[in-house]
């Protein structure tokens, strides 16, 4: 367990998932606050955010990959 416990917080230290959280955390927030200004009125709205919310998402794992694949190609 101690093992999974270390890799873990090796993995939560690197910098590449720092970013790619902020990221994530960045667009996320842009679309709430976007929602809370704007008027949400029936489903169409929440799927509007729960799209935006998955691009989000996309694009920072689409981040953490490219920054992986450049590392391995300049090594």
């Known amino acids: 367990m101690k093992k999974i416990i270390e890799k873990v917080k090796a993995f939560c230290k690197n910098d590449v998932v720092r ?5 994530f955390i960045q667009a996320f927030g842009g679309v ?12 169409d709205s929440v799927k509007t955010i729960i799209i935006s919310a998955f691009s ?3 694009c920072a794992v689409w981040n953490y990959i490219k920054v ?3 590392e391995k190609l300049n090594k």
């Open 19 to 23: 970013r790619t959280a902020k990221t």
């Open 32 to 43: 709430l606050l976007a929602v809370n200004v704007a008027d949400v009125n029936g489903l």
């Open 56 to 58: 989000a998402g996309i």
């Open 68 to 70: 992986k694949i450049d």
